[in-house]
């Protein structure tokens, strides 16, 4: 749906660097609460267009993984955009135990920053780039930039070839799945120490 976003600090990396999968599953270990069971994954865009099908891609791939445990909304199939965005806020926010947001979306950005990825605690402003009032939504936002932005932006986005998407898609969900099974391995050492000083006593 094109982010936008006003933060001052945040991390970059393009999707062609040398080990950015791990660099990012490193960031993401740091910054989402995996041990939170009411995590969600908001993957924002719509397949209708090239440029705005990143969110679309990476939730399907976060959906279809056969253990992944989080929720994921927006896919491919269901995608989370324009015309849905207003009520899933709502309805995340009505919930009784507030979730943790992970928002995902396409941007556009500086023509040398294309195919970089910007990960920024806070929310992302879904639509903001093409003039779109939408709410904010995120504790943390991933964007993807995508191709260039500041003229003619709904051209752009109709005309941005799918293959940099579904390649930086691709980076990010291998990105996000490592970060989960990081953590999950974590976990496990953390639960052999615990067992290993209890039995020393």
């Known amino acids: 749906m094109f982010a936008y ?10 999707y062609q660097d040398s080990g ?6 490193s960031l993401f270990l740091q910054l989402i609460p995996f041990e939170k069971p009411n995590l969600t994954f908001c993957c924002i865009g ?40 207003q009520q899933t806020v709502e309805s995340l926010q009505a919930r009784t135990l507030s979730p943790y947001v992970v928002a995902i979306d396409a941007c556009l950005g500086k023509v040398e920053k294309i195919g ?14 093409v003039k779109k009032e939408l709410p904010p939504i995120g504790d ?26 579904y390649d930086m898609g691709k980076v990010l969900s291998r990105a ?8 999950q391995m974590k976990m496990v050492r953390n639960s052999h120490d615990d067992r290993y000083h209890e039995n020393a006593w």
């Open 140 to 165: 943390l936002s991933i964007k993807g930039i995508v191709n260039v932005g500041g003229f003619q932006e709904y051209t752009v986005l109709q005309n941005t070839r799918l293959q940099l998407p």
């Open 46 to 85: 719509t397949d209708r267009s090239t440029g705005d099908a990143l969110g679309p891609l990476i939730g399907t791939w976060l959906r279809d993984h056969p253990t992944f445990p989080y929720e994921v909304i927006g896919t491919l199939q269901q995608p989370l955009h324009a015309l849905n965005l």
């Open 5 to 14: 976003s006003s933060h001052l600090h945040s991390e970059d990396f393009s």
């Open 20 to 25: 950015v999968a791990w660099r990012l599953s």
């Open 116 to 129: 970089h990825i910007v990960i920024e605690k806070g929310p992302l402003f879904p639509g903001k780039a």
């Open 176 to 183: 996000l799945l490592l970060a989960w099974q990081r953590y």
